[in-house]
């Protein structure tokens, strides 16, 4: 500033002598430039402060809303689950005890391996389907030769990208739900990647009669719990003949969740 203060004076051009300039006058003009110069830069720091402090308090009440959010949609998933696993349960005993004998061993199993589900937020694609895998074994029990998985994602691949927990038998459940699944009409799942790195998890549609619309209480879960994650919506595709849930994985394993 000291620098440009004598341009700055001479463009004032006052047409007054040297000695018509008090030299106050200018010490006078100095100190005030400078100290509004001071005022404003300090203004615009304290502003600047209560800018980041404003956002740090909203980033905080966003993050402790949305993980609330998510963890009373997780916790849905749980006992959803166990009901259905019982009401399977309870027409083996009926209809054949040895096979209701092997699915309860099956159920202890999978369960056993879901107790710290809670803790968690994401798996990988590669626990995902082990857990996923799992929950057909069960299913097959009851459906027997009636269900089929065609996996063609690779170990790699299924390493090194994540989704939300339980994404797959999710999946799995609500196609099984919606669908004749029977001997005389099987139930064919499959997964693969798309030209997008998507994953796309498919079966045959063949609708139970009278069956409510699909994309119910399930994959409205499923879908929510994707978005706080940051993730993207799931893509929902139904054809006459097949039905599609386009998801896209979770890259990164350092989620804030």
Do not use: C
């Not at 030769?145 to 339980?166: G, H, R």
Request: a positive charge.
């Amino acid at each position: 500033f000291f620098l440009i203060l004598p341009f700055l004076l001479k463009s004032l051009d006052l047409h007054l002598p040297k000695q018509h300039i008090p030299p106050y006058f200018v010490a006078f003009f100095v100190v005030t430039v400078n100290n509004s110069v001071i005022l404003i830069v300090q203004s615009l720091v304290r502003l600047q402060e209560r800018h980041l402090k404003m956002e740090r308090e909203f980033a905080t009440l966003k993050y402790q809303n949305m993980d609330a959010k998510y963890q009373n949609l997780k916790n849905q998933l749980q006992p959803h689950f166990l009901f259905n696993a019982l009401s399977t349960l309870k027409i083996l005993m009926r209809k054949s005890p040895d096979d209701a004998e092997v699915y309860i061993l099956q159920l202890s199993d999978l369960l056993r391996s879901s107790l710290d589900f809670n803790k968690k937020t994401i798996n990988s694609l590669e626990e995902e389907i082990r857990i996923a895998t799992n929950y057909l074994a069960i299913q097959k029990v009851r459906f027997v030769n009636s269900i089929f998985l065609e996996n063609q994602l690779s170990e790699e691949e299924m390493k090194k990208n994540f989704v939300p927990v339980l994404t797959l038998q999710t999946l799995f459940e609500n196609s099984i739900k919606h669908n004749i699944v029977s001997k005389n009409a099987p139930l064919y799942l499959t997964m693969k990647w798309n030209e997008e790195e998507q994953v796309v998890v498919s079966n045959n549609l063949q609708s139970k009669p009278l069956q409510a619309e699909r994309g119910g209480t399930g994959l409205s879960n499923l879908n929510e719990r994707f978005l706080l994650l940051g993730g993207q919506a799931l893509r929902i595709q139904k054809t006459a003949t097949t039905f599609s849930v386009t998801l896209t994985p979770l890259n990164d394993a350092d989620t804030h969740y």
